[in-house]
Each structure stands twice: as C-alpha cells, then as structure tokens.
C-alpha cells in the first residue's frame, strides 16, 4: 500500500479536501508498489533457488542416493551444470525464465512451462468454484450473525464456522468423502470427469474437492463480515436512516452492506493465496492435476527443476493476487487510497 | 441491604474447560502409550482391514495393526513436533522482530522484506521444498516448521518493539548507557512478552494443522510411527475397504487441532482481561 506523508495537526476532512497531489508525486505513489513487488519477485526466486538447489548440499547426490558412485555423482552434476559456482547458477536461473525459458522437468520429461499451463488452468477451475461458493455463504453468514448478534444464531455461524477453519483439508475433504460419495453416493470420488464431458459436469465433478476449501475459508470470511456489519450497524448513520423513518430492509440493504462488505472483499486477494496452500492436499486427496499435485509429484520424485518452477508460479500469483487486491481496495474506498 | 445492581459476572470459560479436557486426554495418551494399549506395531496378515470386534476395538489398519492402539500412541509424536516447532519459531522470531524493531535500518529493511517473502508462499509449498532438500524425518519438520513460524512471529514482535521503542524507560536505559543487548533483552523483551506468548500459543494450533498435513503427504513424521496423519496416508486409498483406520485418526486429528485453539484464545481471553 503506499504511504504519504500526513503533514501533523491536519485532520481527516482537511485531508480529503486536498488539491490532487502534484504529477511528480503521482509517478512516485503509483511506481513504489511496482518497484516493491520486483524486489519481492527477485527475493523470492533467490529464496526458492536456496531452498532447492543450495539446502541439499549435493544434487547429484540427493537425485541419486547415498548408495551411487561419487563419478555418477559428478557426471549428474556436470549435465545439470550444478558444478559451476553459485552465483552463475542463480543468474543463468534467473536468465532462463525472464526469457520465458522455464527448464524441461527431469522425472517426466516435458518442458516444465507445458506441464505448468495444463495444471494451472485446472486449479483456477478449482479455485474459482470454490470462491463462488464461500464467498455468498460467508457473506450472508456473516451479516446473518451480525444482525442477530449475540443469539444462538450468531454463536452457531461463527462458532461452527471458526471450528471448521482451524481443522486440516485433508480431515473434512476425508469426511466429506465418506459422508457424501461413500454413504449418500451424491458426488464422485475423483475430482477427474470423463474427457470431452462439458462444463457442468466439470463443475459436478470439482463439487467435492471444493468442498475443504469452502470449509477452510468461511469462517475466516464470515467473521470479517460480521465485523463489518456490526460497526456499520453501530454507526451513526445507520441511526440517522433508521430514525429517518426508512424501512429496515432499505437500511440493511442500502445502508448498512454497503459500508460493511468493503473490508471482507478487499481481503479477498489474500485469502486467493492461502487458498493455494489448500490446493496441495485436495489435488492429492481428490486425484485432480492441478498446480499443487504437479508440486508434490515434483517434490516425490526429486524433480528439482519441476519443483522450483513451480513453487515459484506459486509465490508470483501470490503476490499478484496481493498486489490486486490493494488495488481493488483502494478503487472502492477512496479513504484507503488517500492514505 | 439490597445491592444496587446484579453482580457482573464474567463468562465462564466453557471453551477453556473443553478444550483443556480433551487436550488433557492425549497428553495422557502421549505420555501412557504403550502402557495403555496392546502393542501398536504388532501386525496380523490374517486379520487386516477388520471391522471393530472385541480384539480390536476399532478395528484393523491394512497391515493388520490394531487401530485403537495407533491412535492412542499416535498422539505422541504430533505434541513433541508441534510444541518443539513452534518454540524454535517463538525463539528466533522473536530474536529477529527485537533486533529489527529496535534498529530500524538497512537491517530491518532486509530482514522484513525477506519476512514478507517467506510469508507470500504458501506454508505447505515451502515446507514441502525444504523437506525434498533436507530429507523427511521428525527434527527436519521441526526445523522447517519453526524457521517458517519465525517469519509472522518476528512481524508481530517488531510491531510491539516499535510502540516500545519510543517510550521513557527505553530513552532512560539508553542514557544509562546499558548496551544495546541488555536493552532489548532485559528492558524490552519483558515488556512484549504479551504478544509473543499470545502468538505462541495461537501458533501451536497452525503447527498441529500443518504437521499433520506434511504427515498425510508423506513428508513429515515417517513410519512405522503410528502419527495419525501417517495413518491417513497410508490407509486412505483403501478407504472403500474399511474406512476405520481413515476415520479414527482423522477424528483424533480434528479433536486436537480444535481443542488446542479453544485453550489458546480461552487463554488469550484471560489474558487480555
């Protein structure tokens, strides 16, 4: 988010009443995020290439076992290029994917960048159905509880709710398995359709796996949504709409949800990149080749290359998906972006 | 005479309580084991995948090892990893958030940056990443877990150090001219110690949650440990067989997550009051 300075003793609505910021400044505001995000980016990349060829000590080594010959050993190395120095490796590395060249993954043996576009369209598909779930649910679950606060309605949306985030993907995903495929039989197993099968049964099939990340993320949802609806609810002009005389649903709907779902939302993008760290156990659990179970083959297989490309493709959308969200929060309140 | 209004209790700390009994329950487990229950590891090639019978309570796993048995000992490896990764998270996060907080700089800004990285990956890909480097075993999980944990704690702390920072006491200690270690660690350490404890103890339950999950991927606690995550990952494709060994120590795992987040914000709760 970017900073200006606030001249001291000024307040909120001298603030808002201020001429545009000169067009120097505006570049300045505008390239600081940018800026910030590439140096992100070169951390990132320098952390995952640490993680993955630095750590292990040996690749050949680690790719081989501890039982080869040290001359397989140093022959490996030698194809990989993993004898030269550090830093030539980190820039060739580095070289490599800025001219869109993402390596040719080791255990199955296709270009890493084929392997990553086929498996990161899958995991959008999952991911968009679940956020098209979890976000209505927690929306109305939120401002539901928020409306009947302090009930037995607003204790059981928000205590069931935060239970359920806190448990592992792998646990609800294994319960709703054995509720909903094994005993009502109402969804497959395998999160897989027949191919060439059209989109609705694609959605049919990707039911069940979205289902642990709905569980994971509602609760977290639906409590910001709460919040923000409570303070709508207590304000003033939530007092001067009801006393005006206006009927309750022209309040709620116009005045309060209005004020009280900007929070929610602009965390939405966050909550997008956590929602990637679910992918990994559901992929595996349902079966699905998304971006998380191409990682984990990867990581089971010793498939370096694979593994840091995709690791990386991970972190970029992460901060991208962060980087919009600010962007997103700042369109829809300007209070956010004067700040 | 009358009191002029009805005493304000606070509520009882029903979560607490809860929370308190079931995680009570498995420290008992963990430290019991094998006393408690027949031999975990004893397999029985006649008898795999059987249903709850008076043998075996909960029935058999695939190897015919008897389900009750790993769920009870099970409980064992989770709270030793667990608490000792969040501790070695607590420890250098908190290091790391005194050291950048109090010396804002080229310092803080390297090590921040380099935070806000670690936090912008998913905990499970990083882990995953360092766990092919460094080889699957308890102490690397323990290691990988804490330095990952370190990254949000070390954010929190440096935000309390920065309001700390600023106050007489520090401004006092400086003119004293104690040295800069004994000022972080004796004046301020004590002093933001709420907030650290506070993430501490939230934190526990996120490294259960993720310890289980690296277990159920096969990289985290390895066999023959009778780990619950372990157990899904071994007998979760057979689930059509016999769904005992999936449910039962899923059931554990779920129990304990949840009951580990009732006592830390029942205990956050208390704190704040």
């Given at each position: 988010?970017?900073?200006?300075?606030?001249?001291p003793?000024?307040s909120?609505?001298?603030r808002?009443?201020?001429?545009?910021?000169?067009?120097?400044?505006?570049?300045?505001?505008?390239?600081?995020?940018?800026?910030?995000?590439?140096?992100?980016?070169?951390?990132?990349?320098a952390?995952?290439?640490?993680?993955a060829?630095?750590?292990p000590?040996?690749?050949?080594?680690?790719?081989?076992?501890?039982?080869?010959?040290?001359?397989?050993?140093?022959?490996l190395n030698?194809?990989?290029?993993a004898?030269?120095?550090?830093?030539?490796r980190?820039l060739s590395?580095?070289?490599?994917l800025?001219?869109?060249?993402?390596g040719?993954?080791l255990?199955?043996?296709?270009?890493?960048?084929?392997l990553?576009?086929?498996?990161?369209?899958?995991?959008l598909?999952?991911?968009?159905?679940?956020?098209?779930?979890?976000?209505?649910?927690?929306?109305v679950?939120g401002?539901v509880?928020?409306?009947?606060?302090?009930?037995?309605?607003?204790?059981?949306?928000?205590?069931v709710?935060?239970?359920l985030?806190?448990l592992?993907?792998?646990?609800?995903?294994?319960?709703?398995?054995?509720?909903?495929?094994l005993?009502?039989?109402?969804?497959?197993v395998t999160?897989?359709p027949?191919?060439?099968?059209?989109?609705?049964?694609?959605?049919?099939?990707?039911?069940?796996?979205a289902?642990?990340?709905?569980v994971v993320?509602f609760?977290y949802?639906?409590?910001?949504?709460?919040?923000?609806t409570?303070?709508?609810?207590?304000?003033d002009y939530?007092?001067?709409?009801?006393l005006?005389?206006?009927?309750g649903?022209?309040?709620?709907?116009?005045?309060?949800?209005?004020?009280a779902?900007?929070?929610?939302i602009?965390?939405?993008?966050t909550?997008?990149?956590y929602?990637?760290g679910?992918?990994?156990?559901?992929?595996?659990?349902?079966?699905y080749?998304?971006?998380?179970?191409?990682?984990?083959?990867?990581?089971q297989?010793k498939?370096i290359?694979?593994?840091?490309?995709?690791?990386?493709?991970v972190?970029?959308?992460?901060?991208?998906?962060?980087?919009?969200?600010?962007?997103?929060?700042?369109?829809?309140?300007?209070?956010?972006?004067?700040? | 005479?009358t009191?002029?209004?009805?005493a304000?209790?606070?509520?009882?700390p029903?979560g607490?309580?809860?929370?308190?009994?079931?995680?009570?329950?498995?420290?008992?487990?963990?430290?019991?084991g094998?006393?408690?229950?027949?031999?975990?590891?004893?397999?029985?090639?006649?008898?795999?995948?059987?249903?709850?019978s008076?043998?075996?309570w909960l029935?058999?796993?695939r190897?015919?090892?008897?389900?009750?048995?790993?769920?009870?000992t099970?409980?064992?490896?989770?709270l030793?990893?667990?608490?000792a990764?969040?501790?070695?998270g607590?420890?250098?996060?908190?290091?790391?958030?005194?050291?950048?907080g109090y010396?804002?700089?080229?310092?803080?800004d390297?090590?921040?940056?380099?935070?806000?990285v670690?936090?912008s990956?998913p905990?499970?890909?990083v882990?995953?990443?360092?766990?092919?480097?460094?080889?699957?075993?308890?102490?690397?999980?323990?290691?990988?877990i804490?330095?990952?944990?370190?990254?949000?704690?070390a954010r929190t702390?440096?935000?309390?150090v920065?309001?700390?920072?600023?106050?007489?006491?520090?401004?006092a200690?400086?003119?004293?001219?104690e040295?800069?270690?004994a000022?972080?660690?004796?004046?301020?350490l004590?002093?933001?110690l709420?907030?650290?404890?506070?993430?501490?103890?939230?934190?526990?339950?996120?490294?259960?949650?993720?310890?289980?999950?690296?277990?159920?991927?096969?990289?985290?606690?390895q066999p023959?440990?009778?780990d619950?995550?372990?157990a899904?990952?071994?007998n979760?494709?057979?689930?059509?067989?016999?769904?005992?060994?999936?449910?039962?120590p899923?059931?554990a795992i779920?129990?304990?997550?949840?009951?580990?987040?009732?006592?830390a914000?029942?205990?956050v709760?208390?704190?704040?009051r």
């Open positions: 988010m970017t900073t200006v300075a606030v001249p003793g000024r909120d609505v001298a808002l009443a201020d001429p545009p910021p000169p067009p120097r400044r505006l570049v300045r505001r505008l390239l600081r995020p940018v800026v910030l995000l590439l140096v992100n980016l070169v951390l990132l990349s952390l995952v290439f640490f993680g060829e630095v750590l000590g040996n690749i050949g080594r680690l790719l081989l076992g501890r039982t080869a010959d040290q001359q397989s050993v140093d022959v030698r194809e990989l290029g004898d030269r120095p550090l830093v030539e980190y590395f580095m070289g490599d800025l001219q869109g060249d993402l040719t993954s255990a199955l043996r296709q270009p890493n960048s084929e990553l576009g086929a498996a990161l369209l899958n995991s598909k999952l991911a968009a159905l679940a956020f098209a779930i979890v976000v209505p649910l927690a929306l679950g401002v509880a928020a409306l009947r606060r302090d009930t037995w309605v607003d204790r059981t949306i928000i205590g709710g935060v239970a985030t806190v592992p993907e792998f646990v609800t995903g294994l319960i709703a398995i054995l509720v909903l495929s005993g009502l039989k109402l969804f497959p999160a897989t027949p191919p060439g099968s059209g989109a609705l049964t694609q959605i049919y099939y990707l039911v069940m796996p289902i642990p990340l709905v993320l609760g949802l639906a409590k910001l949504a709460r919040a923000g409570v303070t709508a609810l207590d304000s939530h007092r001067t709409a009801v005006k005389g206006l009927p649903r022209v309040v709620v709907s116009r005045h309060v949800l209005r004020n779902l900007l929070p929610t602009s965390v939405l993008g909550q997008a990149g929602l990637i679910g992918l990994v156990v559901v992929e595996i659990l349902f079966n080749r998304g971006v998380g179970s191409l990682i984990f083959t990867a990581a297989a498939d290359p694979l593994l840091e490309v995709g690791v990386l493709t972190g970029v959308a992460y901060m991208l998906l962060t980087a919009l969200s600010d962007v997103v929060a700042g369109l829809l309140d300007p209070r956010v972006r004067v700040r | 005479m009191p002029l209004a009805p304000v209790r606070p509520p009882r029903v607490l309580v809860v929370g308190g009994v079931i995680l009570g329950i498995w420290v008992v487990c963990a430290i019991g094998e006393l408690l229950v027949p031999d975990p590891y004893a397999t029985d090639s006649f008898a795999t995948l059987a249903p709850p008076a043998e075996h029935g058999t796993d190897l015919g090892r008897d389900v009750f048995a790993r769920a009870v099970g409980a064992r490896s989770i030793l990893v667990a608490p990764a969040t501790l070695i607590t420890l250098i996060g908190t290091a790391l958030g005194l050291v950048t010396f804002a700089g080229a310092v803080d390297v090590v921040s940056r380099l935070v806000s670690v936090l990956l905990v499970v890909i882990a995953l990443l360092a766990l092919v480097a460094l080889g699957p075993s308890s102490l690397t999980v323990i290691g990988v804490g330095f990952i944990f370190s990254a949000p704690i702390v440096r935000a309390a920065r309001v700390e920072r600023e106050k007489d006491y520090v401004e200690a400086r003119l004293r001219r040295p800069a270690l000022i972080l660690f004796v004046e301020i004590p002093n933001v709420g907030p650290v404890l506070t993430e501490a103890t939230v934190r526990l339950g996120y490294a259960v949650f993720f310890i289980a999950t690296l277990s159920f991927l096969g990289f985290g606690i023959p440990s009778p619950w995550g372990l899904i990952y071994e979760y494709t057979l689930l059509r067989a016999s769904a005992w060994p999936v449910i039962v899923a059931v779920a129990s304990l997550v949840v009951s580990v987040h009732l006592v914000e029942g205990l709760r208390r704190g704040e």
